[in-house]
């Protein structure tokens, strides 16, 4: 495979940001290499500066859910950047995107749009905090919540834990304001609330936890969360800004039917363009400015070619069997790797696929189940190294790093996926080795 080209830009890249990247896990440190140069995508497939094509499994970290370039929101995009890209001012457009989700999802009443995943985030915890005037939250090991100072907090060691920075330069009096507990400990979560009792303003998950691993929580323990809650008047916030209308229209909540108090979406929502988003009841929501006195602003908030790209594809979503044809291709997927394991005669005990809807999370481990960060094997990721380097000389793009999930859109072709089954079963031969 050629990489001149990817590489020449890389060097360049490198004399203007830091890492050569705008994201560090785009610089393919935890795999090892240069990273590929994308020139332009299609539907499922990606090719980079090189010529080389790729079917992309990377989806641009999960916002893809119809492929590249879908000629629908491309489209939407054309006519709305035609009348301006952006006014500062409110649009229709900004109503229609909130009508689409609202009339689908009966978990919100209100919502407000932002940029980002991680600005939505931020701003469902100071509402939160402002709603319950309470400082403290609880966050979990191994959900990721955007970048923003409160939520780059690691456990420390101990069953309740004032979390450790996990970046510098953020201060420790913020940190001493977020536990952090593991996932699937109901012992843990209980202590946290004893010990800070009515101190704790909300406790933030992501649902199905999809940024380290695919870290499956059990309903119940869901449910725990959302009693616990309500009994110390603690506010439940779901991060669904990478489940939501991934698994299913109205993401975790609806998979689950559980009542969040707040939810995050950002990713799908905006089409492949920044857009975020939290909504809460009619009542919460109030508590924002200029109705309440919880501030959050934002130039670009609810911009006009980013709501068009937002509702060109969430139309697609509602359609019918949207979602169920993309879990059966999911499905399909991983069976038809496994049977190509399996006809290799490739020894593969400790190969798994985990999956939910269209999200699926390859892990070097002999667990059948991973349902916290602890149970993920750093060790392991010798092994994904070689995969992932095997399948891109294959033709196949996954996130570079073992600890990424991968997507189906509604984009991949049947022959993608058998293409794909067999160069996994190629790349493992040699991974596994
Ligand atoms: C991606 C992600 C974020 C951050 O969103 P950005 O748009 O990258 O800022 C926050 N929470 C979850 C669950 C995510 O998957």
Redesign the pocket.
């Known amino acids: 495979m050629k990489r001149e080209k990817s590489e020449a830009l890389f060097e360049k890249a490198k004399k203007y940001f830091p890492g050569g990247v705008n994201s560090p896990v785009r610089a393919f440190r935890s795999v090892g290499g240069t990273p590929l140069f994308i020139e332009k995508g299609k539907g499922s497939h990606i090719w980079d500066a090189d010529g080389n094509e790729f079917i992309d499994y990377c989806g641009s970290?999960g916002p893809l859910i119809l492929g590249h370039a879908n000629d629908k929101v491309i489209d939407a995009i054309k006519k709305a950047v035609e009348k301006g890209s952006s006014f500062g001012a409110p649009t229709a457009l900004e109503n229609d995107l909130a009508e689409l989700i609202l009339s689908n999802n009966k978990y919100i009443q209100k919502i407000r749009f932002v940029s980002?995943?991680?600005e939505a985030?931020m701003s469902a915890i100071r509402l939160a905090r402002g709603y319950t005037k309470r400082n403290k939250i609880l966050k979990f090991e191994g959900c990721?919540?955007?970048h923003s100072d409160s939520l780059l907090v690691k456990a420390g060691s101990g069953l309740v834990t004032f979390g450790n920075t996990s970046s510098a330069g953020v201060p420790e009096s913020f940190v001493n304001e977020t536990i952090v507990v593991s996932l699937n400990n109901e012992q843990a979560v209980k202590q946290a609330f004893a010990d800070f009792k009515d101190q704790i303003a909300c406790v933030i998950i992501?649902p199905i936890p999809a940024?380290n691993g695919l870290l499956l929580q059990r309903k119940e323990y869901l449910q725990f969360l959302r009693d616990i809650c309500t009994e110390n008047k603690t506010l439940l916030i779901f991060?669904e800004?990478?489940n939501g209308f991934r698994i299913g229209f109205t993401g975790a909540s609806g998979y689950y039917n559980i009542q969040p108090d707040i939810i995050t979406y950002?990713?799908i929502i905006g089409g492949g363009l920044p857009v975020?988003m939290y909504g809460s009841s009619a009542e919460i929501m109030s508590h924002i400015s200029p109705e309440g006195n919880v501030y959050q602003a934002g130039t670009l908030s609810g911009n006009p070619v980013a709501m068009a790209a937002g509702i060109a594809q969430l139309t697609e979503c509602l359609k019918p069997n949207f979602y169920e044809e993309l879990e059966r291709k999911t499905r399909s997927l991983i069976a038809e790797i496994f049977t190509q394991l399996k006809l290799s005669k490739i020894e593969s005990s400790n190969f798994k696929i985990f999956t939910v809807g269209s999200i699926f999370y390859i892990a070097f481990t002999d667990k059948e189940v991973l349902r916290s960060a602890e149970e993920i094997d750093a060790d392991s990721m010798k092994y994904f190294r070689i995969l992932h380097k095997e399948l891109l000389e294959r033709g196949i793009y996954l996130g570079p790093s073992g600890y990424e999930v991968g997507f189906v859109c509604e984009a991949h072709t049947e022959d993608d996926l058998i293409k794909t089954a067999k160069a996994f079963a190629e790349s493992l031969e040699i991974a596994l080795k």
């Open positions: 970290w980002s995943g991680t985030v990721y919540h955007g992501e940024n991060d800004v990478i950002g990713k975020g």
